[in-house]
Structure formats: structure tokens, C-alpha cells
């Protein structure tokens, strides 16, 4: 049964030619694949070709998988929806996906770096909303998977990302010393190097430094953080 699934997700791998955005009908090839895989190697093999296929009726068939029995299951759908670059579906169902795994670390900072590939803006309220808990960090218990939010919010290349990132550098920085010590120097150092990498600018713990720049300088990026 296996082989003969992953030998029919071989005759259909090539469903378009590159750079081509896939069909209905190819993204129904891939879901069908998804139902009938039975076994989990092939239920693996079906899931990481449908990852190829960066479609909406994908993303929604991959979805209810983040909250499978098995974990390599989940983690298999985390890694194809984070191969569907830029689509707003694969970055909703793996906002999704972060209740289902709240306490299962790996497969949670696994979710959250799959958002920050898909790179989507969709999942911004998402991550603002999970990381701000913990922001200045409350609970150390929490560091990694704060982090993790943090990091995917830097690779949303959206002006809304920076705004959330400026918010958490001033609740950072206005606790004042210690800021950057202790068990708030991983998200104090995730939040300054996301600002960082979207803005080319590094901020000096200063209160309102940050937030002054963003004042002048915003209007000399667009929406997606490229330079006008």
C-alpha cells in the first residue's frame, strides 16, 4: 500500500512547470493523496509532497494534522505548510496550530519557525497576541517558545511586525536595568536583533530611542519593509 502511494506521488510531482502557481486540480491530486495515505511513512511521504503544492485546499487539509496523535505527524504538516511561502492559508492554519501544541514545546517553536518561512502578515495578531505574555519575560518556563514567536514576527517583512517589535523594545527597555540580563536576555536579544533585521537599524536600551526613529523613519519604507 505504501509504495503504491508514494509511486503515484511520484507520477504527479512534476504537476506543473516551475514557478507556475499550482491548480484545483493539482492541489486535488495532493489531497486525495493526504486521505488515502494509511500508513505513516507514507502518510509522511504524502504529507511532504503535498507541501509542493502551496494552495489553499491544501493548507486546509494539512491543518486539522497539527493536532494528530503522533507528533511526527504534526511535525510533518508543520514543515509542509512552512514550504508554502507567502500564502496567507499555510500562515492561518499554522496560527492554528499553536494552540493544539501549546504544551508540546518541539513541535510549538517547530510551528512558530514555519510561520516566520511562510512570512504572511496573517499570522501577526497571532504572535503579537502569544508573545506579549511574556513580554518583558514572567515565566522563564516560557523563554523558548517566546523567542520563537519573536523570531517569526523579524522574518514578516511588514511594517506591522516592526510596530509590534517596537512595542515589546519599549516594555522591554522600560523595566530598566536588567533588561538584558538574566532571563530576559534571550527575548530582550530576539526582540533588539528582529528590529534589527527589519530595519537595519540597532537601538541602545535607550527609553524612546527606538519609537523616535520608527517617528522619522517610517514613511521611507513600504508596507513590506523594502526602502521607497
Given at each position: 500500500?505504501?509504495?503504491?502511494?508514494?509511486?503515484?506521488?511520484?507520477?504527479?510531482?512534476?504537476?506543473?512547470?516551475a514557478?507556475d502557481?499550482p491548480?484545483?486540480e493539482?492541489a486535488?491530486v495532493?489531497?486525495?493523496a493526504?486521505?488515502?495515505?494509511r500508513?505513516?511513512e507514507?502518510?509522511?511521504?504524502?504529507?511532504?509532497?503535498a507541501?509542493?503544492?502551496?494552495?489553499a485546499?491544501?493548507?486546509?487539509?494539512?491543518?486539522?494534522?497539527l493536532?494528530?496523535?503522533d507528533?511526527?505527524?504534526?511535525?510533518?504538516?508543520?514543515e509542509?505548510?512552512?514550504s508554502?511561502?507567502g500564502?496567507?492559508d499555510?500562515?492561518?492554519?499554522?496560527?492554528?496550530?499553536v494552540?493544539?501544541n501549546?504544551k508540546?514545546?518541539e513541535?510549538?517553536?517547530?510551528v512558530?519557525?514555519a510561520?516566520?518561512?511562510?512570512?504572511?502578515?496573517?499570522?501577526i495578531p497571532?504572535?503579537?497576541?502569544?508573545a506579549s505574555?511574556n513580554?518583558?519575560?514572567?515565566?522563564?518556563?516560557?523563554s523558548?517558545?517566546?523567542?520563537?514567536?519573536?523570531?517569526?514576527?523579524?522574518?514578516?517583512?511588514?511594517k506591522?511586525?516592526?510596530?509590534?517589535?517596537?512595542?515589546?523594545?519599549k516594555?522591554?527597555?522600560?523595566?530598566?536595568m536588567?533588561c538584558?540580563?538574566?532571563i530576559?536576555?534571550?527575548?530582550?536579544?530576539?526582540?533588539?536583533?528582529?528590529?534589527?533585521?527589519?530595519?537595519?537599524?540597532?537601538?541602545?536600551?535607550?527609553?524612546?530611542?527606538?519609537?523616535?526613529?520608527?517617528r522619522?523613519?517610517?514613511?521611507?519604507?513600504?508596507e513590506?519593509?523594502?526602502?521607497k
Amino acid at each position: 500500500m505504501a509504495f503504491r502511494i508514494c509511486a503515484a506521488l511520484a507520477l504527479v510531482a512534476s504537476f506543473a512547470m516551475a514557478g507556475d502557481p499550482p491548480s484545483a486540480e493539482d492541489a486535488k491530486v495532493k489531497v486525495a493523496a493526504l486521505k488515502a495515505a494509511r500508513e505513516a511513512e507514507a502518510k509522511k511521504a504524502a504529507i511532504a509532497d503535498a507541501g509542493t503544492c502551496p494552495h489553499a485546499t491544501v493548507a486546509a487539509a494539512l491543518a486539522p494534522m497539527l493536532a494528530d496523535a503522533d507528533d511526527a505527524i504534526r511535525t510533518a504538516a508543520v514543515e509542509a505548510l512552512g514550504s508554502m511561502k507567502g500564502l496567507a492559508d499555510a500562515a492561518r492554519a499554522l496560527a492554528g496550530g499553536v494552540g493544539p501544541n501549546a504544551k508540546k514545546p518541539e513541535v510549538l517553536k517547530a510551528v512558530f519557525a514555519a510561520i516566520g518561512k511562510v512570512g504572511h502578515a496573517t499570522a501577526i495578531p497571532m504572535l503579537k497576541d502569544f508573545a506579549s505574555r511574556n513580554v518583558p519575560m514572567k515565566d522563564e518556563k516560557a523563554s523558548d517558545a517566546t523567542v520563537a514567536a519573536v523570531n517569526a514576527l523579524a522574518e514578516i517583512k511588514s511594517k506591522a511586525s516592526v510596530e509590534v517589535l517596537l512595542d515589546f523594545y519599549k516594555k522591554q527597555v522600560g523595566i530598566g536595568m536588567g533588561c538584558s540580563a538574566g532571563i530576559q536576555a534571550a527575548v530582550y536579544s530576539a526582540i533588539s536583533g528582529g528590529l534589527k533585521t527589519l530595519t537595519g537599524e540597532t537601538f541602545n536600551s535607550l527609553p524612546g530611542e527606538a519609537e523616535l526613529w520608527w517617528r522619522k523613519n517610517k514613511d521611507k519604507f513600504n508596507e513590506d519593509m523594502t526602502k521607497k
